[in-house]
T-cell receptor, first 114, second 111 residues
Framework: NAGVTQTPKFQVLKTGQSMTLQCAQD?????MSWYRQDPGMGLRLIHY???????DQGEVPNGYNVSRSTTEDFPLRLLSAAPSQTSVYFC?????????????FGPGTRLTVL | GIQVEQSPPDLILQEGANSTLRCNFS?????LQWFHQNPWGQLINLFY???GTKQNGRLSATTVATERYSLLYISSSQTTDSGVYFC?????????????FGKGTLLTVNP
């Protein structure tokens, strides 16, 4: 299994540009999520999905869109990038059963918005 | 929402020393994980430990859910242990898969 994969690893955008961060997992996990990591802030939840066709907002959703058309993929879209979105973005996945849901993280995407 | 506090924020050790990292949380949880973020930024799962004690080599963890804290023990530390250690919890209110992270403990192990 490849686990959780993310592309690209690095990206530089200009203010106002749009882009999509890709996330895929091959573990048949129902739950997928996006976090951003900023210095001194830990990781904060942006959006999450409990299955194909179902998404919801996390702690810091503004400026980001998501969709979940398949179990495997959970892309994160920035429609109009802002410097405040400069961060490292992590995708995570897990099984949904409440008794055991250890989460696994992708390698991250480092995004700089100029 | 649930609050997660980690201590200490920074820790510097000599190789071979032992250490204890602490994670306090403000509400009941039924999901708690410890992660190590290595110098390359990768998040590595250390323990899934909503309660009880687990050990993996030189690392062990204990969560006392009733008292709302978890401890991560590192024995005989090595330079490769350097990095940031995060505690993340999911509250027991029905969405325990939504993790709230602490701000981490930055560990530096010197040779």
């Amino acid at each position: 299994n490849a686990g959780v994969t993310q592309t690209p690893k690095f990206q530089v955008l200009k203010t106002g540009q749009s882009m999509t961060l890709q996330c895929a997992q091959d573990m048949n996990h129902e739950y997928m999520s996006w976090y951003r990591q900023d210095p001194g802030m830990g990781l904060r939840l942006i959006h999450y999905s409990v299955g194909a066709g179902i998404t919801d907002q996390g702690e810091v959703p503004n400026g980001y869109n998501v969709s979940r058309s398949t179990t495997e993929d959970f892309p994160l879209r920035l429609l109009s990038a802002a410097p405040s979105q400069t961060s490292v973005y992590f995708c995570a996945s897990s099984y949904l059963p409440r008794a055991y849901n250890e989460q696994f993280f992708g390698p991250g995407t480092r995004l700089t918005v100029l | 929402g649930i609050q997660v506090e980690q201590s200490p924020p920074d820790l510097i050790l000599q190789e071979g020393a032992n250490s204890t990292l602490r994670c306090n949380f403000s509400d009941s949880v039924n999901n708690l994980q410890w992660f190590h973020q290595n110098p390359w930024g990768q998040l590595i799962n250390l323990f899934y430990i909503p309660s009880g004690t687990k050990q993996n080599g030189r690392l062990s963890a204990t969560t006392v859910a009733t008292e709302r804290y978890s401890l991560l023990y590192i024995s005989s530390s090595q330079t490769t242990d350097s990095g940031v250690y995060f505690c993340a919890v999911g509250d027991s209110g029905g969405s325990n898969y939504k993790l709230t992270f602490g701000k981490g403990t930055l560990l530096t192990v010197n040779p």
